[in-house]
């Protein structure tokens, strides 16, 4: 198993977060199914004020870009991914057009 912390910010209007979690209270299936089909074995998604922060727990072989590839080729994805990008902000040390940028370990009890 594999462990990955992401962070993006959320537009920073509060009807805006609240319609954002909203949705996530129970995603679609079909972008769970795509989730679990590219190796991700656990998510969870964290906020604080308009900071969100992922973890991701995959298998030892997940690939981020082989589940960009499998993304960019769902229709459904894209459609969430569009919708979510909505209440979306890139954080400032983004690349462009990057949304969830990866976040660099500092620390684990147990190494890492």
């Known amino acids: 198993m594999k462990k990955y912390c992401l962070a993006v910010d959320l ?3 509060p009807v805006m977060i609240a319609e954002y979690e909203a949705f996530h209270q129970k995603i679609r299936p079909e972008i769970e199914k ?3 089909d590219a190796g ?3 998510m969870e998604i964290f906020r604080l004020d308009n900071r969100l ?4 727990e995959t ?3 997940f690939d981020f870009e082989v589940k960009a590839r499998m993304d960019a080729e769902n229709p459904k994805v894209q459609e969430w991914e569009q919708l979510m990008w909505k ?7 983004a690349k462009k057009g990057e949304k ?3 976040m ?3 620390f684990g009890m147990n190494g890492y």
């Open 11 to 13: 537009v920073n209007d």
């Open 53 to 56: 922060f992922m973890i991701m």
């Open 34 to 36: 795509s989730i679990r």
């Open 100 to 102: 969830w940028v990866l």
């Open 59 to 61: 298998e030892d072989d």
């Open 104 to 106: 660099k370990q500092i």
């Open 87 to 93: 209440y979306q902000e890139a954080l400032p040390s």
């Open 40 to 42: 991700i074995t656990n």
